[in-house]
């Protein structure tokens, strides 16, 4: 784990609200120099933090239809590598946007992406559920998504202020 | 106009001889002027508000709810409940180093604006004279007017980072002198008082036996070093009324719940006005800022720090524009110069709106020294600060340009 300092902690908020900003922006921003906010950006690259820079879409908006899945999965776990091994076996399929390991009722939590239902239900009769380690699926399909790494997507929330206020 | 109000005003005379002329004298607000001149356009960004743009923190909002829907809709007690007020003593203590009473010196008020309504109504004599600091928000005058007070400006200046100097105080008080109206942080100006800064105005409050309204609505928005009460400042606690509440810190403007503290004779007077015009401030507001005081005070150090961000956004943005900013410690304005534009305050603003689709105000609305600057304010997101200071840079350059 690493431990960053205030600088790329500052950095990381900045970026995360807004993946655009120019390192010369985040340094007028946090009124420090522009090579330390760079420094800091190759760091937390380096150091694989900052992963990837993406745009949060909302593709219920666009005309591309796609489905999305919520899978529970239940495992056995594997002798010296627990979920790991099985773990990395799903997530390498294109289709698995992400896969989280879960305390509760289920171990892994897989999210499946394709173009229709159909597309979704062989994945996990034909590629999930056949793996060894497997002993159980569930899956939920997404009718609608509302709220994605702390974005509202229905939020167009009108700015209500007065145009001039004392 | 129905009937009997056209023969009335027909067979006797105009309406408006009806009012008091204390506030019939009273002109209107230059900001008001251009309020009616933005609501007309279309498509600005609007750096005119004085307000956060954020909203009130959810468990704030939270609270309030749940206290509705356990049915807690009823009177307070006229000086707000003894939780709230116990609550503002602790708060002031700890952030503030003053401590009040909760029991006799605190009223929670309908907002920081009726505090200031009270300790102007409680103290003025007809005749007094009232000593406001200028640039300033702009209701200090007009309030003292219609108390029957006169109003006397002291100019304050860019190059003492529009502080307030005891020669200029002292320059101004004459023997009807009474009170003393500070705002520091400052709307408009950003300007922040130190310590040391207090001290010579101090000795001249004590001197001219002045009682001091200190509004410190910004108190919590400082940048630079820690904020100061005035009542802080040896000798000062019993001369002075304290101001406050929860709108601009807490992004509670709507709630309208403001809180004021000073000597329980002078909260005792403001009391009695307060209880025969409002009763007390609403109820659920006050659960709100409740809220607000036990548990949301890291919500507030993230939103300072947001206007902190923008607030050197635009000082720069302002300067590499070519226009002279001074840097404000706090509040969420700035207050840049344009005057090497060669343009009025109003002039540059109706400008700037008609022909760059940005709404800022023009400074000589604030009184005193306002004129050849813009009010701009920072409650709004970094886009759209970015996108306004892109608009203006463009326009002075056009201007310039055309001079």
Not at chain 1, 59 to 77: R, S
Not at chain 1, 79 to 108: C, H, N, T, W
Not at chain 2, 35 to 44: A, Q, R, Y
Not at chain 2, 109 to 123: F, M, P, Q
């Amino acid at each position: 784990m690493t431990e960053l300092d205030d600088l790329k902690l500052k950095v990381l908020e900045l970026l995360k609200e807004d993946a655009r900003r120019t390192p010369t922006l985040l340094a007028t921003l946090l009124g420090v120099d522009e090579q330390d906010v760079c420094k800091s950006i190759k760091e937390l690259e380096d150091q694989h933090v900052i992963v990837k820079y993406a745009a949060v879409v909302n593709w219920d908006k666009v005309d591309d239809e796609k489905v999305t899945a919520l899978i529970e999965v239940q495992i056995t776990p594997e002798r010296g590598r627990g979920f790991e091994g099985i773990a990395e076996r799903i997530y390498l399929y294109p289709q698995v946007k992400s896969v989280y390991l879960m305390s509760g009722a289920y171990d892994l939590l897989v999210e499946v992406e394709g173009r229709n239902l159909r597309e979704v239900a062989n994945f996990v009769s034909e590629k999930l559920s056949p793996i060894d380690s497997v002993l159980s699926t569930k899956t939920n399909f997404t009718l609608k998504k509302y709220k994605q790494d702390g974005i509202i997507f229905e939020d167009h929330q009108e700015d209500n202020r007065l145009m001039i206020s004392p | 106009m129905n009937l009997k109000s056209e023969a009335f005003t027909d067979s006797n005379k105009a309406m408006s001889s009806y009012l008091s002329p204390l506030v019939r004298e009273i002109p209107s607000s230059g900001i008001r002027k251009f309020f009616d001149l933005v609501g007309s356009n279309k498509d600005i960004i609007t750096l005119g508000v004085g307000e956060p743009d954020f909203t009130t923190p959810w468990h704030m909002r939270e609270a309030c709810v749940y206290s509705l829907e356990r049915g807690f809709t009823s009177y307070t007690s006229n000086a707000g409940t003894p939780e709230l007020r116990e609550a503002i003593s602790e708060y002031l203590n700890e952030q503030f180093d003053v401590r009040y009473d909760p029991k006799k010196e605190i009223i929670v008020t309908v907002g920081g604006s009726e505090a200031i309504d009270l300790a102007l109504r409680a103290l003025i004599v007809p005749g007094d004279e009232i000593l406001v600091p200028e640039p300033c928000y702009i209701s200090y005058s007009p309030i003292t007017s219609i108390g029957g007070g006169i109003p006397v400006g002291i100019e304050t200046f860019a190059k003492d980072e529009f502080k307030l100097t005891a020669e200029a105080l002292e320059a101004k008080i004459t023997p009807k002198s009474k009170v003393l109206i500070l705002c520091y942080p400052s709307n408009p100006t950003g300007a922040t008082m130190t310590y040391e800064d207090w001290l010579p105005i101090a000795e001249l409050v004590e001197k001219h036996d002045l009682i001091v309204i200190s509004d410190e609505i910004y108190a919590e928005l400082n940048y630079g070093d820690k904020h100061v009460s005035f009542a802080s400042v040896p000798g000062m606690m019993d001369r002075t009324i304290l101001v406050s509440g929860f709108s601009k810190a807490f992004a509670m403007t709507g709630w309208r719940i403001g809180y004021t503290c000073g000597h329980p004779d002078l909260i005792a007077a403001m009391l009695k006005i307060h209880q025969y015009t409002v009763m007390c401030a609403p109820s659920m507001g006050q659960v709100a800022a409740l809220e607000g005081l036990r548990n949301g005070l890291g919500e507030k150090d993230r939103m300072v720090e947001a206007y902190n961000q923008r607030r050197r956004l635009m000082v720069e943005g302002f300067r590499d524009i070519g226009l002279e900013c001074h840097e404000p410690r706090g509040a969420f304005y700035v207050f840049p110069s344009i005057q090497s534009t060669g343009l009025s305050s109003d002039e540059f603003a109706q400008r700037l709106l008609t022909e760059a689709k940005v709404a800022a105000v023009p400074g000589n609305v604030f009184g005193l020294g306002g004129e050849g600057y813009l009010r701009c304010s920072y409650a709004t997101s970094v886009g759209q600060l970015t996108e306004a200071l892109d608009r203006i840079g463009h326009f002075v350059e056009k201007v310039k340009k055309e001079g």
